[in-house]
């Protein structure tokens, strides 16, 4: 089984930046493709960002693109997003998500992430 526990949210005004970690436990996540989601009130949960287990490829959600940055440290077991420029519609709850397949791609559809960490709470004032 894996753990994944996210951290570093908060509260920040627009326009301020925030980096989100998310350290994996109980076995090694440097095979597994790993992504951001976040979920806002009311809404459904939604992809934000991925990564290739190698760390070679990415992919966003097009209201993240050039503000946000996936990236990986395979050593510490842990993945990072760095989020740049918040809006308000940024406010969620953001979750951390493992892919197992070994496949070498940056994007799977939600139901397919095999383990999912507890969230952390983003909250951007305007």
């Known amino acids: 089984q894996v753990q994944l526990v996210e951290s570093g949210g908060g509260l920040v005004k627009g326009g301020d930046s925030l980096r989100l970690s998310c350290a994996a436990s109980?076995?090694?996540?440097?095979?597994?493709?790993m992504a951001w989601f976040r979920q806002a009130p009311g809404k459904e949960r939604e992809f934000v960002a991925g990564i290739s287990w190698r760390g070679g490829r990415t992919y966003y959600e097009d209201s993240v693109k050039g503000r946000f940055t996936i990236s990986r440290d395979n050593a510490k077991n842990t993945v990072f997003l760095q989020m740049n420029s918040l809006k308000p519609d940024d406010t969620a709850v953001y979750y951390c998500?493992?892919?197992?397949?070994?496949?070498?791609?940056?994007?799977?559809?939600?139901?397919?992430?095999?383990?999912w960490g507890q969230g952390t709470q983003v909250t951007v004032s305007s």
């Open positions: 109980g076995r090694t996540v440097s095979k597994y493709a």
């Open positions: 998500a493992a892919e197992a397949s070994g496949s070498s791609s940056a994007y799977f559809p939600t139901p397919e992430y095999d383990y």
